[in-house]
């Protein structure tokens, strides 16, 4: 399947700063990218869907000027998130969609932030 | 998206099949019965989808019921490697192309 990279791949952070999470495909065009959020022991919710070139889509309760998404490029996605507080501390994981992938989800390995 | 309905847990002996089912008796006619699973602190992997008919790949077999309502992923020789979070999603091919994923069933493999 296709490969969806993530970086960086755990993140540590003092409450009050920013943290921008890479998402890349690495060998398709992604049309559209997600990002989600998972603490532990719960199971992954969808923020926001990103189309590239256009304004990033969220989900009930999420707020989109902490969680900043751009998809600049087909192939890249970043999810800033703004003034961190520790009950930002979560894994998140985007996952990437192409034309020619079927509908089909690849999902990047997932960032694990954990603000002090 | 149709709601689906997994048990929370499972074991299963390696070597042996692991058979997982899954509810989803709001299914409409458009919509797959996919299945991902996540390992622990990795991302979800994708694992085989279908409408109606069975299906087979090089990792697991699904068996979807003829009204719809329910299916089994099937993983035929389960390995220590298979133990994680496995998520039956209902969704439409066409439209809402969100994946929701709900609590899945967490599957152990006991040496």
């Known amino acids: 399947g296709a490969v969806v990279s993530q970086h960086p791949s755990r993140v540590i952070c003092k409450s009050g700063t920013s943290v921008k999470i890479e998402c890349r495909s690495l060998?398709?065009?992604?049309?559209?990218m997600f990002w989600y959020r998972q603490f532990p022991k719960q199971s992954l919710m969808l923020m926001a869907t990103s189309n590239e070139g256009s304004k990033a889509t969220y989900e009930q309760g999420v707020e989109k000027d902490k969680f900043l998404i751009n998809h600049a490029s087909l192939t890249l996605s970043t999810l800033t998130v703004t003034s961190a507080h520790p009950e930002d501390s979560s894994f998140y994981i985007c996952?990437?969609?192409?034309?020619?992938?079927?509908?089909?989800?690849?999902f990047g390995p997932g960032t694990r932030l954990t603000v002090l | 998206d149709a709601k689906t309905t997994q048990p929370p847990s499972m074991d299963c002996a390696e070597g042996r099949a692991a058979n997982l089912p899954c509810n989803h008796s709001t299914i409409s006619g458009n919509e797959y019965v996919y299945w991902y699973r996540q390992i622990h602190s990795q991302g979800p992997q994708y694992i085989i989808h279908g409408l109606k008919n069975n299906e087979t790949n090089e990792m697991a077999s699904l068996i979807i019921t003829e009204d719809r309502k329910s299916s089994t992923l099937i993983l035929p020789h389960a390995t220590l490697r298979d133990t994680a979070v496995y998520y039956c999603?209902?969704?439409?091919?066409?439209?809402?192309?969100?994946?929701?994923f709900g609590t899945g069933t967490r599957l152990t493999i006991i040496p």
């Open positions: 999603i209902a969704r439409s091919y066409f439209g809402n192309e969100k994946l929701t």
């Open positions: 996952s990437a969609r192409g034309d020619r992938s079927s509908y089909e989800q690849f």
């Open positions: 060998d398709f065009q992604a049309t559209t």
